[in-house]
């Protein structure tokens, strides 16, 4: 993407305190010499939203009624939560597309436009000079390196974040034409264009992969389909079984339709549990992370949550699989993953461990039969209905390597391993170049908002 912009500070003027020529020297740094400091205090006015209590709350839009925005609705965004409503609220309180909120308390920091409502206590709604300030360069000023982190500094650090309306008037605004602040929002858009195309792009992908697995991974769909069969044989077969009816070649069986030369064993003929503790005090411990499976803890939760004595958890070296019982999104009966990230590392003793033995000679298949969910079934019949505790699922071990899993030729198995792994290659190639986009913004974000890098207007 190019786009039209000159450079007129140099990373040499800055470490030399020079003053670039154009440029004036502030408290904020150096800046063009037209554009002008200001407080928030000074542009913006903010009010908070509306507390109603969850009885108060409509479940279904009725007669004057708005949509109810909550830090839940950011949260679960597109996910399909629960939405309320609020009959006659008072004016000050309803938002327009057009307007800005941001969050003020728990998750603070976070902006939001192009929602209507009404909008809650844990919300201020920014009313601005609109014909001195154009709003998307607003939306972008507040997302900018330095507002979210004076915004951090200010909510503090306690369990629930809270931002004040004195604090939040206290910072500073770089303060530049409106003609410039829309070309400077105009080309921070065009990247927030390509990052959108990307993640749409990379949620398809990965609906594909997710259709993919199941009917690979269960044999609805044959790696040599194409040279056997046509389109309209294989579709047809693909509605029997999703009809629950068996096609010719199959069979039906505890764990579903499967191809009528593929057989079930009992989990335990292809894994061994695993017992060993952590004699070597290894102080990896890990967790399951959805996205990037068993993860060191201290990185993913920011701080350590395990207890300071870990000599009893279980040892893993890479390769092994651990069976965390608690279930979470996307996880509705637990989350089964292999350790792949390290040499070796420790898990809790809730979790259920075991390790391929020799009679599995792909467990890369079963990696991803774990993962698409076809565990899920036979898990289900020995979790018992109510036996959960704090989010954890009461599988008994024994019945648990008892469960039955697929088993066939190991070639056929290596073949859908590798066509799956090439579908996760490209997934992971697509979100590097997101990452690569969105790093790009950044960068974009604070040499235009700052004025280090300047736009022809």
């Known amino acids: ?150 915004i951090k500094i200010f909510a503090g650090a306690s369990t629930i974040p809270d931002l004040n309306h004195s604090d939040f008037y206290k910072i500073d605004f770089l303060y530049c034409d409106i003609k410039e602040q829309q070309k400077i929002a105009s080309i921070l858009s065009t990247w927030d264009k390509a990052i959108g195309l990307k993640e749409k792009l990379i949620e398809q992908k990965k609906e594909q992969k997710k259709g993919l697995m199941q009917k690979l991974l269960m044999g609805h769909i044959r790696w040599n389909d194409r040279e056997k069969f046509s389109n309209e044989e294989i579709q047809k077969r693909l509605e029997m079984i999703n009809r629950g009816e068996v096609p010719s070649g199959y069979r039906k069986t505890k764990v579903g339709i499967i191809p009528i030369e593929w057989k079930i064993v009992h989990l335990k003929e292809k894994f061994d549990r695993l017992t060993k503790k952590n004699t070597i005090n290894n102080k990896n411990v890990l967790t399951i992370s959805a996205q990037q499976g068993l993860v060191n803890q201290g990185n993913y939760f920011k701080k350590s949550v395990a207890s300071e004595n870990v000599k009893n958890y279980f040892l893993l070296l890479k390769g092994d699989f651990a069976y965390n019982k608690s279930y979470s999104t996307g996880y509705p009966y637990g989350a089964i993953k292999k350790l792949k990230l390290y040499k070796e590392g420790v898990v809790s003793p809730l979790y259920i461990c075991f390790t391929p033995n020799k009679k599995n000679q792909c467990p890369e298949y079963y990696e991803y039969y774990f993962e698409a969910g076809n565990f899920n079934r036979e898990i289900h019949a020995i979790a018992q209905e109510g036996a959960r505790n704090h989010g954890l699922l009461n599988v008994p071990i024994n019945d648990f390597f008892n469960l039955y899993i697929i088993d066939f030729d190991v070639d056929e198995m290596i073949i859908i391993s590798n066509i799956i792994s090439t579908s996760v290659y490209e997934i992971e190639l697509l979100e590097k170049e997101l990452d690569e986009l969105r790093n790009q913004k950044r960068g974009l974000m604070q040499l235009l908002l700052t004025g280090k890098v300047r736009v022809k207007v």
């Open 1 to 150: 993407m190019k786009v039209e912009m000159i450079e007129t500070v140099t990373s040499n003027e800055i470490d030399n305190e020079q003053v670039p020529y154009g440029y004036k020297k502030e408290h904020v740094g150096f800046i063009p010499e037209h554009w002008t400091v200001k407080k928030f205090k000074s542009i913006f006015k903010v009010n908070q939203g509306l507390q109603i209590p969850i009885s108060e709350r409509l479940r279904e839009p009725g007669d004057n009624s708005y949509f109810y925005i909550t830090n839940e609705f950011i949260k679960n965004r597109g996910k399909g939560g629960e939405e309320f409503y609020i009959s006659n609220p008072p004016k000050n309180v309803i938002c327009s597309k057009n307007d800005i909120l941001m969050t003020r308390t728990g998750n603070t920091g976070i902006v939001l436009t192009n929602v209507e409502g009404v909008f809650h206590n844990n919300f201020f709604k920014i009313e601005f000079d609109r014909s001195l300030l154009d709003a998307n360069y607003v939306f972008y000023y507040l997302n900018s390196a330095y507002v979210q982190k004076k």
